[in-house]
Structure formats: C-alpha cells, structure tokens
C-alpha cells in the first residue's frame, strides 16, 4: 500500500477513536493534506488519490499565481468531492468557493467575523502552544491544527511539541486538534489514546 493511504487510514481510525469518545460533535474530515509546492510539487497527484474523508488546505501563500493555482486545484478537490480550504486569505477563500478558510495562530482572532459571513465554512487554525488552544477554544472555530507535533523538515530548528504537551492539550480543549508535523506512518501510531482528531501534513501524503 503506498504511504499516502497509509497515512490516511492511519488519520481515519484516530478520528474514529476520536469520534466515539464524543456525542454531538461536528462530523469533519479525518486528514488534512497541506499543499506546498516547493514540498509538494504536483499536487493534483495527491488530491486525486485522497479517500473521501480527507480535506485540503491550500497554502502556498507565495505563489505568483496563487489564485490560478488555487482554481485547478478547487476544481480538482470538487471532483473528487473533498473539501477546499484556503489558508490565510478570506478573499481568496470567497473567489475560489472554498468550503473553508485555515488561519494562521496570529489571525485566529478573525474567526467570529468569518464565522458571522460564512456560516457553513469549517474553519481551523495553527496552534503552537498552550496558550493559543486556550484561545482558540474561546473562538468559533470547527478545529486547530497542533504543529509541530513531532520533529519536522519544514522547520528544522523548532521544538517539537512531543506527545505529553499534545496530551494536556488534548485535555484542556472541547475542540478537535489535529496533530501536523513530522507526522508519518510509524509515529502517527503513537497519537492513539492522545485525545488527537486527526492528522494534517505536507510531505506525509507524498508517494
């Protein structure tokens, strides 16, 4: 099976496990890929492999046709009926009839306005720390993303949060959180029983 799947069906039965401890809770996707050409350069290859209950975030805030790329890559996600979203860019997100929006730590405190114009959108955020995931549970948000949860190329020079912080955060939130960062097939194994919702990554989903 390639790694993709793998991961994926990794990120599922975290967010089953994660789904039957809880009663009410908004039914979203069990993975988020993140696209990131200079990672990932051809990411259509990945969207058109992904299960039905992964969703995509398209990052690449510096691509010099962010918006045409953006375009084919909605179009591909409306294919195969995986939900868009857009990190960063509310106008973009509108354009591009995402189906959400994903906020950096330092925009999280835009969700309530988001969330009064875009009823049905999920929305998430990037949490580095404690103190953002108390925020964010304060907020309309549907999930927070937890990075770096484990040691990542992305960024080499931070710390990880490692599995006992990822836990107290777990614990101290009603919101889903989903583990990014140096996330692969053999780690993700030691996220069962950590509270974690599901998995998001860049290069995690590659062949």
């Known amino acids: 099976m390639v790694l993709f799947m793998t991961l994926a069906d990794m990120a599922r039965r975290l967010n089953q496990e994660y789904m039957a401890s809880r009663r009410n809770q908004k039914n979203l996707p069990a993975a ?10 051809e990411p259509e290859k990945i969207i058109t492999r992904l299960p039905e209950y992964c969703a995509v975030i ?88 937890l990075a770096p949860v484990f040691p990542t190329l992305s960024h080499p020079g931070d710390v990880s949060l490692g599995l006992s ?18 996330v692969t097939c053999e780690n993700a194994a030691d996220l069962a029983g950590s509270g974690i919702a599901g998995l998001a990554a860049i290069r995690g989903f590659k062949d």
């Not at 988020?32 to 350069?41: A, K």
């Not at 996600?77 to 106008?91: E, H, R, Y």
């Not at 990822?166 to 140096?182: E, I, R």
């Open 32 to 41: 988020f890929f993140i696209t990131d050409q200079n990672s990932v350069p």
């Open 58 to 145: 398209f990052r690449d805030y510096d691509h010099p046709a962010r918006e045409n790329m953006g375009w084919k890559l909605s179009q591909t996600c409306q294919k195969k009926g995986l939900t868009f979203l857009v990190a960063g860019d509310i106008s973009l997100a509108e354009k591009l009839m995402a189906g959400g929006i994903h906020l950096p730590q330092g925009l999280m405190h835009l969700a309530p306005q988001i969330r009064a114009k875009h009823s049905r959108w999920i929305i998430t955020a990037a949490c580095h720390d404690m103190a953002s995931v108390l925020q964010a549970n304060k907020l309309p948000l549907d999930a927070a993303l």
């Open 165 to 182: 912080m990822v836990g107290k955060m777990t614990a101290s939130t009603t919101m889903p959180l989903y583990a990014l960062g140096g």
